[in-house]
Nanobody, 124 residues
Framework: QVQLVESGGGLVRAGGSLRLSCAAS????????MGWFRHAPGKEREFVAA????????AYADSVKGRFTISRDNTKNTVYLQTNSLKPEDSAVYYC?????????????????WGQGTQVTVSS
């Protein structure tokens, strides 16, 4: 069982930045590929970014490419999402998730473990 706890969300003006963190506890963190998803009211849950278990590979949704950066520190059992140049449409609850399978990393059904989420609100 992997337990995930997100932090770092908040209220920020358009153009601002936030650094989201997701701390993991449980089995070996480096066994898991990690993803970030977001869910805004009235919209479906959306893939944001994913990182390979070793950190050697990353992937991003087109909507955040060039603005967001996913990273991980396996010595701290933590994955990060640096969000820059935030837009009002980035407002959502952001969730981190863990999976042992890299294939179909954009699909939320691929992930076995989820955090409780952290709210990001971007004002215009």
């Amino acid at each position: 069982q992997v337990q995930l706890v997100e932090s770092g969300g908040g209220l920020v003006r358009a153009g601002g930045s936030l650094r989201l963190s997701c701390a993991a506890s449980g089995p070996t963190f480096s066994d898991f590929h990690m993803g970030w998803f977001r869910h805004a009211p009235g919209k479906e849950r959306e893939f944001v970014a994913a990182i390979y278990r070793s950190g050697s590979g990353t992937a991003y949704a087109d909507s955040v490419k060039g603005r967001f950066t996913i990273s991980r520190d396996n010595t701290k059992n933590t994955v990060y999402l640096q969000t820059n140049s935030l837009k009002p449409e980035d407002s959502a609850v952001y969730y981190c998730a863990a999976t042992t399978s890299w294939g179909s990393y954009r699909a939320y059904s691929q992930y076995n473990y989820w955090g409780q989420g952290t709210q990001v609100t971007v004002s215009s």
